[in-house]
């Protein structure tokens, strides 16, 4: 500690006593001094501050440095403080935010190795995934899921765990740990404790995932299941009204198209499929950026007459789309509508490529299933399951 000027301590805690209302940034100067007077006081208060500030920051340098300090913050806070850990790890959470925005990777990770050393790893798999350390990142999700107490499975934790597995090429370890979500979400459906939507996008996942695994025994069995499913739904709706399911919906969708995509690698991070994807991200900027380049392509495309290619750019394109602003109720069903039509219009122009059409007719299912209109849903997915059945 420096010398202490005692007038701006004086002055400080005059401010903070003051009966006006104080700016962010005045609050932020004031606890900065009395830090250093009164740590166990304030130190905690300046730390909230900090982030507080960078959270309304638009300005990824200026979140940098705030960030930087709350951490810095964050480690003078007395040991044995019972919101030390948890403070920290929020700083840590802000800072590492701040540095993957910036393009600073490797200082971003080592601030997720620090938060996963205090306990909280989901950041760091996160992280590792995104540089296409899927078998690394499973681990770490293992970890968590194993560890966390939870009375009932979370979809979110066991699609990324099942999602990293499969990355890393372990096919039938993915598929045991979804297989351990479906089970549960069957149970729920049957006690309608979950929409019978969520346990159909299983299913048609938990095929694709085996007809990639070279199991098409496993992948034709869950197609008959999710068309039974999709015919109770296209008879009789839902049991229950539920409340905005769209995001598993988009994650699923998001993460059938994983393998279209470029490999992931720390010099060209990917998003962490398998994962919320609606939250802000410095990957999932990058991927929603490349629409405009894949717009021109399929364009291209579409005037040379190469429509194996153009159908597979358009799912592409509908997967970001729905990335970007799938989870947004207001209009659903008209504004994706047109993409997956699309597709189904393209791939219906190859007919000597069911495996295509299959894949944009499911496509269009579930996106029906998510619009809440089940009959078509059931259609297209009978007309799907009647194609790859027939190989």
């Known amino acids: 500690m420096g010398m202490i000027n005692h007038d701006a301590v004086l002055r400080a805690r005059v401010l903070l006593l003051g009966s006006g209302r104080l700016g962010l940034l005045e609050q932020v100067d004031a606890y900065r001094v009395l830090a250093e007077v009164s740590p166990k006081a304030y130190l905690p208060k300046l730390v909230d501050a900090l982030l507080l500030m960078s959270y309304r920051s638009r300005v990824p340098e200026v979140d940098l440095a705030l960030t930087t300090e709350a951490v810095e913050a964050a480690r003078r806070i007395e040991v044995g403080v019972p919101t030390r850990a948890e403070r920290l790890c929020r700083a840590l959470d802000a800072y590492q935010r701040a540095l993957f925005a910036l393009g ?37 999700n293992e970890e968590a899921a194993r560890s966390s107490g939870a009375s009932e499975v979370s979809f979110w934790t066991m699609v990324e765990w099942a999602a990293n597995l499969e990355g890393a090429g372990l096919h039938d370890a993915a598929s045991a740990v979804f297989r351990e979500l479906l089970d549960d979400t069957r149970r729920k459906a049957a006690e309608q404790r979950t929409a019978l939507a969520i346990l159909t ?7 694709r995932m085996r007809e990639t695994a070279g199991h098409g025994a496993d992948a034709a069995a869950a197609r008959q299941e ?16 539920w409340s905005c399911i769209l995001g598993w919906w988009v994650t699923l969708f998001a993460l059938s198209g994983r393998g ?30 490349t629409l405009p380049a894949l717009e021109a392509e399929a364009a291209a495309l579409r005037e040379a007459g190469r429509l194996p290619q153009l159908v597979d750019v358009q799912r592409r394109i509908s997967i970001r789309e729905a990335v970007r602003k799938g989870t947004h109720p207001y209009r659903f069903a008209d504004r994706f509508k047109p993409h997956f039509d699309e597709g189904v219009a393209l791939a219906r122009r ?23 209109t089940f009959e078509p849903a059931y259609a297209d997915f009978a007309e799907a399951v009647a194609l790859l059945d027939a190989r």
């Open 201 to 207: 996008w299983e299913l048609v996942h938990l095929s």
């Open 260 to 289: 279209a995509e470029p490999a992931a690698s720390a010099g060209a991070p990917m998003p962490p499929f398998g994962t919320d994807l609606d939250r802000v991200s410095a990957t999932r900027d990058t991927f929603l950026g």
């Open 350 to 372: 190859l007919p000597d490529d069911p495996a295509r059409l299959a894949r944009a007719l499911t496509d269009r299912s579930m996106f029906f299933a998510a619009a809440r």
């Open 226 to 241: 999710a068309l039974t499913v999709l015919e109770e739904l296209a008879s009789q709706g839902e049991p229950k009204d």
């Open 104 to 140: 600073r990777r490797a200082e971003g990770r080592a601030a997720c190795e620090e938060m996963a050393a205090a306990g909280q790893n989901g950041r760091l798999a996160t992280a590792l995934a995104e540089e296409g350390r899927f078998r690394e990142a499973a681990e770490l």
